[in-house]
């Protein structure tokens, strides 16, 4: 009797992804043009949503509101996309991808804008609001996109190019935005000015996507995943919550925990502390774009493990150094984390639900960017900040080794 090679194979993982390439409307408009003109899309849709970052310290002193009110602003953030997801995701399978996207382009361009007239805390939660639902209807939609504009029909390929893009945004958000604040004129105006700019040609690529036929018909429906691929998703969706739990507790809390060790409430500092994390993560997902998506889950958990351990331990030292050795550490484990995950789905995704499942997908990861963080801002103000956020870590850390463990006895269970 024959035998099934095993699934970490990596020319039997290529072959699948050609043989899952896209095909007709989309594949007939498919070029570098178009396939890294949505790339740019996306790095800066997420470039917006994370220049506030390093700013909140600056609004909290001028709007007078506690760390709470800044994990209930990512709440709104939160709450927003979530639905925009799981309505836009399916919707663009129907209606196509351009007739989605230029919208959300649209959308984050009105919560710069906010954001730039903001003069108390309610413009804060209506810029979030309408840069959640932006973010919301334009993620699962530019991932598919990127999928079926790829010029060889390399799904990695697209997935590597879209974890970058990502990740690259949520570190590129913060340290503009810490930069400009720090050393221009207008620190809460002009970062969201520039913003604006960097999305007409955004803007103008969604307009100029080729028009596909519908692949599905939409309708309202719950969240629901293809039988054959739930056992995939829920491994490599656990590993994503938890290494985006890591990215919430960065973009919210940890430019003040930063300030708070060293003494220093240099903005660009702030922001250069999640900028570090997000370079660390980028760089790693560049190295291990051609390794085996299961086997980069399993290390990317070992390591965000390890660096939580040691964000913990910097806060008990007042440690400044051992902070960015963790921010390096845990960068590294997050991008490796997410990539294999956004690797493993994007290849067994079926054609037809393919921003459908990378909806559903971008539902875990955004959870956790909002969920844990918001318990942090609650414990925070029982315990304190850096209490807070050690025990956040400690139990963030125990539960990725446990998740490391299960994604190893599947790897062994297909050798």
Avoid at 19 to 30: I, K, M, N, Q, S
Wanted: hydrophobic residues 55%; positive net charge.
């Amino acid at each position: 009797m024959s035998r099934d090679p095993p699934r970490d194979d990596f020319e039997d993982e290529m072959a699948t992804e050609r043989l899952a390439a896209p095909v007709g409307a989309e594949a007939a408009g498919a070029s570098p043009a178009r396939f890294w003109a949505t790339a740019y899309t996306l790095l800066f849709l997420l470039t917006g949503t994370n220049l506030p970052t390093p700013l909140y310290r600056g609004y909290q002193q001028s709007f007078g509101f506690s760390p709470l009110t800044v994990t209930l602003i990512f709440a709104v953030y939160v709450a927003a996309l979530i639905p925009s997801l799981l309505i836009a995701g399916p919707l663009s399978d129907s209606v196509g991808r351009r007739k989605v996207l230029l919208p959300a382009v649209v959308l984050a361009a009105l919560g710069s804008l906010v954001f730039a007239l903001a003069d108390n805390v309610g413009w804060l939660f209506a810029a979030r609001l309408l840069q959640g639902l932006a973010v919301g209807a334009a993620s699962g939609a530019l991932t598919a996109a990127l999928s079926e504009l790829e010029p060889r029909g390399d799904r990695r390929r697209a997935a590597l190019v879209s974890t970058v893009a990502s990740v690259g945004g949520l570190g590129a958000g913060p340290l503009i935005a810490g930069l400009l604040a720090e050393y221009v004129p207008s620190p809460f105006v002009l970062p969201f000015v520039v913003e604006i700019v960097l999305l007409i040609p955004a803007a103008v690529a969604m307009a100029t996507l080729p028009t596909s036929r519908p692949t599905t018909k939409w309708r309202p429906r719950r969240p629901s995943l293809p039988a054959s691929m739930r056992g995939v998703f829920v491994s490599s969706g656990t590993a994503g919550f938890l290494a985006f739990s890591v990215i919430g507790l960065f973009l919210a809390l940890v430019p003040t925990y930063v300030t708070k060790l060293s003494g220093n409430d240099n903005l660009a500092l702030a922001g250069g502390a999640v900028a570090l994390m997000l370079a660390c993560s980028v760089l790693a997902q560049i190295a291990a774009s051609r390794r085996q998506a299961l086997g980069i889950q399993i290390t990317g958990l070992l390591l965000l493990a390890a660096g939580l351990i040691l964000l913990a331990v910097a806060g008990g030292l007042a440690s400044l150094p051992l902070l960015l050795v963790s921010t390096v550490v845990g960068g590294i484990g997050q991008g490796l984390t997410f990539l294999g995950g956004i690797t493993e789905i994007n290849r067994v995704a079926p054609k037809d639900r393919h921003a459908d499942v990378l909806s559903s997908f971008y539902v875990v990861i955004y959870l956790g960017v909002g969920v844990p963080v918001i318990g942090v801002g609650l414990l925070a103000t029982a315990t304190g900040l850096l209490t807070a956020v050690q025990i956040f870590a400690s139990t963030v850390a125990a539960l990725c080794l446990l998740d490391m463990a299960a994604l190893a006895r599947r790897r062994r269970q297909l050798a």
